[in-house]
């Protein structure tokens, strides 16, 4: 009778307000994508995101392959919808039942049934702003104080989404919802970004900042919450030149907040995570929560991800069938293909350029269109290295390094590579870490070449096609710092 009395409660209040107190969902670009004619439907990704074992799952792939679209498409299906009174819908009765109903997940029941529209979302994306690259090299202070102002301020977007908890009378969240008074005040602080006046330290509050979202939400849904957090290593990836104490700083405060939000004493309070990246990089730091994460890199052995990141040739046969271009697939071929796994028999074509040659279909569309999508300005600090600049024209002209893949890639080679860059120095030895870099940016690729010998072959690293030869060779004549954006504005119109 209690909690019936306090639905009433709420629905009362709520009645009087003139306008819907709900904010819009975050994944509406993925929404958008699915009324596209070049859809693709990957929704399998979330079978196997939680069919996985592991309760926190790193994933990294290039720019541009779908990391953001992919971590949408989990929050678009996993979240409980609210209606616009804040009472949660029935999963039947929510957009996500109607927009899944017909995909590949659907196949999957006892995943739709376990966590369709059933459990409250953080989706924290942590993408760079420019304002990383006004900084000179010598300016390190700037720059970590940039870092850490930029993540408080994603913080800060992940509570604005909840904003409408505040309008709630706070008799029915404590009594009803069984959120403390301290909580409630906490939220009310972050809305009004008024952390002065509290008795712990400022820092203290914004540690705490993921893990009292996660048990507010958890309080009122009733359920567990899932994290999803995008662009991991974003900012470490745009800050030019990046000094070794802007990167532990980074890592340092960013880890904090997640493990106290992963890591806390009720085992309920999160169902699971999914962190997005470009490389595998945050794991060098094995002291932190990300040392018992399930790691799966783009093009690693066996991973069962790889498919979902991209487009594979059947994927792209369909979309020539839709646009009735079939007689373009070789021109695609050369041009948007070539990541290809060590272990597994899979090829995965550039999805950006591939619809972008698309669009550009009736008008010379066999270009080079992946350079103009952004300038990785960590590379750029490292390319400037003579070693490694020649190694990346050998790679431009020949298409491979000469590296053997089983050189560079395990997972104790990112913290060497950490050490190198923390240290910047680089010696001849160090050239193939740092090419692994370039192989997670997905300018590299695993090739298969001749040796000396005829018949015999190695497994070497390779640039994939003449799109990434060419956007290396455009990294390479960088000489400042800074992103650079195309407008594919027609991709989310």
């Not at 997905?442 to 003449?466: C, I, K, W």
């Amino acid at each position: 009778m209690g909690r019936l009395i306090g639905l009433f409660a709420i629905l009362h209040v709520f009645a009087k307000i003139s306008t819907p107190v709900m904010a819009s969902f975050y994944a509406d670009d993925f929404l958008r994508l699915t009324n596209k004619p070049y859809f693709i439907d990957k929704t399998e990704f979330i079978k196997d995101i939680f069919s996985s074992e592991s309760k926190k799952i790193l994933l990294t792939s290039p720019r541009g392959f779908g990391k953001t679209i992919n971590l949408q498409m989990i929050q678009f299906f996993v979240e409980i919808e609210p209606d616009e009174y804040g009472v949660p819908k029935h999963p039947l009765n929510s957009t996500a039942n109607y927009v899944f109903e017909n995909m590949a997940i659907a196949k999957h029941p006892e995943i739709v049934k376990k966590y369709m529209a059933k459990h409250p979302v953080i989706f924290l994306d942590l993408k760079a702003d420019p304002v990383l690259h006004s900084f000179s090299e010598g300016e390190l202070f700037p720059i970590r104080e940039q870092m850490i102002r930029q993540v408080n301020t994603k913080l800060y977007n992940c509570f604005a989404k909840h904003n409408w908890l505040l309008q709630i009378p706070e008799e029915v969240l404590i009594h009803e919802y069984k959120i403390d008074e301290k909580k409630i005040n906490f939220m009310r602080r972050l809305y009004e970004k008024n952390l002065e006046n509290s008795e712990e330290k400022r820092d203290d509050v914004l540690h705490k900042m993921l893990l009292n979202l996660a048990e507010i939400l958890h309080l009122y849904y009733r359920s567990s919450v899932i994290i999803l957090v995008d662009n991991y290593d974003s900012m470490m990836n745009n800050a030019y030149k990046p000094h070794s104490d802007n990167l532990r700083a980074y890592y340092d405060y960013v880890n904090n907040i997640l493990q106290r939000a992963f890591e806390n004493s009720d085992e309920n309070l999160v169902a699971g995570g999914v962190l997005m990246s470009t490389t595998g990089l945050i794991l060098s730091n094995v002291r932190t929560f990300l040392s018992q994460t399930e790691f799966h890199p783009f093009m690693g052995e066996n991973s069962k991800f790889t498919k979902y990141f991209g487009f594979t040739e059947q994927e792209v046969v369909h979309l020539l069938d839709i646009y009735e271009c079939q007689s373009h697939l070789n021109d695609i071929k050369s041009y948007y293909n070539g990541y290809k796994t060590v272990y597994q028999d899979l090829s995965i074509y550039n999805p950006t350029s591939v619809l972008l040659y698309l669009h550009n279909r009736d008008n010379d569309p066999l270009r080079v269109y992946w350079n103009n999508s952004l300038v990785d300005n960590f590379l750029v600090s490292f390319l400037k290295d003579t070693l490694l600049n020649q190694t990346a024209n050998k790679i431009i002209t020949n298409g491979t390094t000469g590296y053997h893949m089983a050189e560079c890639y395990t997972a104790t080679n990112y913290l060497l590579l950490l050490e190198v860059i923390y240290n910047h120095k680089y010696e001849k030895t160090d050239q193939g870490l740092i090419l692994w870099l370039l192989y997670d940016h997905g300018y590299l690729s695993h090739r298969v070449v001749e040796t000396d010998t005829p018949g015999q072959f190695l497994d070497a690293m390779g640039a994939p096609n003449y799109d990434t030869r060419q956007a290396l060779q455009i990294l390479l004549n960088c000489t400042d710092g800074f992103e650079r954006e195309s407008s594919h504005e027609w991709l989310n119109a």
